[in-house]
């Protein structure tokens, strides 16, 4: 029996896909091993959203060779669709498979596997079919991810994205509250829907959107919670909020990337908005969801971001008050057309202004959590961390329960005490939750 071992790179779509593929490999019969050890053949899903990502990808390749160096290599994902040229030249690559037909991958392996080299080239951009990649089980963890939509249209002038993963592609409704009965069915309590760009779902069917899929993923017997991966902001308007208000499961907890405080630096990158536009969509939240948690991305050193431009973002951000944020320096991106802006930032510019929003940010995520101590919350409880076991809340911030008992899985009532180090110490209150 051949041995074949994962490494996922990137963001929850990736995780998901790799999750996929892994249930592929296991229905022919191979068996699934840990990366770091000896394995036959290496799946390695590589993402390119930024210059170390690519980095990053290609060291996880070399790796793997180290590892097995009579290894059979494949790369899929982002990196491959983008520059398959560049992962060919890595020494031991055996199987170049972008970001189509990953359906077909162990069928690729077997039909090429005494080959030295063999490329699935596809052309993304003129892929119209949500590509069927479906999950019955995820392996060692509490919450299921469900991929529900693909692509991307909104061409930010800084990523790379679309041009690695097409246009907008939804999955069928049926077929996504069907896996997320399944989920259900294996003893998943808690989803998240996932997708490159998730605000576009139903756009390219008609018929229905992400609020009517919300809406009946809610009704499915077994589930308590429903997340969402990362969200345009301009969708959560009044109209959408009111409409999902009665979706009694879906958590409070909304990842609105904000990428720049600025209007001037907002426009250059493209982005569909301006920050008044967007405090209102944040304020809309807040009305709607007193306890909602708005976490954020943010770049800086943007091509052209002056001095004036980065205050007007750290500005901002004290105006918003984030309870978490992502922070990200600029990568060029060839084929963006942000590449070739002139005023290029330098990077240890970047390096300040990165401590600077992250000191910002810091300071509202902890100004959020200390409006919870002393209240009773609901945590799913995850994984062992030493003496203590993790969960998240509704709204995704982190407890730690001293105790000796698995609770992976498990629903506790915990009583928030103090925070330490961006997490809470508490205490359970209540046994008999299941």
Do not use: W
Not at 115 to 120: G, H, L, M, P, S
Not at 165 to 191: H, N, P, W
Not at 216 to 236: C, F, Q, W, Y
Not at 335 to 342: H, K, L, Y
């Amino acid at each position: 029996m051949r041995k074949v071992a994962f490494y996922t790179l990137g963001c929850k779509v990736n995780q998901y896909e790799t999750e996929a593929i892994c249930e592929l490999f296991r229905k022919k019969g191979y068996e699934v091993c840990d990366f770091e050890g000896y394995a036959d053949i290496y799946v390695i899903n590589t993402c390119t959203v930024t210059g170390m990502s690519d980095r990053k990808s290609r060291q996880i390749i070399r790796r793997a060779k180290s590892q097995n160096e009579n290894a059979y290599i494949i790369v899929t994902g982002c990196y491959a669709q983008t520059a398959p040229d560049e992962v060919r030249k890595i020494d031991g690559v055996n199987l170049v498979l972008g970001t189509k037909e990953r359906e077909k991958i162990v069928e690729l392996c077997e039909a090429h596997f005494s080959e030295d080299f063999y490329a699935c080239q596809n052309d993304i951009m003129h892929t119209h079919d949500f590509e069927p990649l479906k999950i019955s089980d995820f392996s060692g963890r509490t919450r299921a991810y469900i991929k529900v939509q693909e692509g991307c249209n909104q061409f930010c002038s800084y990523c790379i994205i679309p041009y690695a993963r097409g246009a907008i592609r939804s999955r069928e409704l049926s077929d996504v509250l069907k896996e997320t009965q399944r989920l259900a069915e294996s003893g998943f309590t808690e989803v998240t829907f996932v997708g490159i760009h998730i605000a576009s779902y139903g756009l390219d069917k008609g018929g229905y959107t992400l609020a009517d899929l919300l809406l009946a993923a809610d009704k499915v017997d077994g589930i308590k919670r429903i997340r969402l991966s990362s969200i345009e902001p301009m969708t959560l308007n009044a109209e959408f909020v009111e409409k999902i208000s009665g979706a009694k499961k879906l958590c409070h907890h909304f990842h609105l990337s904000l990428q720049s405080g600025c209007d001037e630096t907002l426009k250059r990158m493209n982005r569909k908005y301006t920050t008044d536009e967007y405090f209102d969509i944040v304020s809309g939240l807040r009305k709607a969801f007193p306890d909602v948690a708005i976490t954020t991305d943010i770049m800086v050193g943007f091509p052209g971001e002056t001095d004036a431009e980065f205050a007007k973002t750290c500005a901002f951000l004290e105006k918003v008050s984030f309870s978490a944020a992502h922070i990200f320096k600029y990568s060029r991106r060839k084929g963006t057309p942000a590449d070739r802006f002139p005023n290029q930032v330098l990077s240890e510019v970047k390096a300040e202004r990165s401590k600077k929003v992250k000191e910002i940010t810091d300071k509202s995520q902890l100004c959020f959590m200390q409006k919870f101590i002393g209240t009773r919350m609901e945590v799913l409880f995850e994984q062992r961390q030493g003496a203590y076991f993790e969960g998240k809340t509704d709204n995704y911030m982190n407890v730690l329960v001293k105790t000796d008992r698995d609770l992976s899985g498990i629903y506790k009532t915990v009583l928030l005490k103090q925070i330490k180090n961006g997490s809470f110490i508490g205490e359970i209150v209540e046994e008999n939750l299941t």
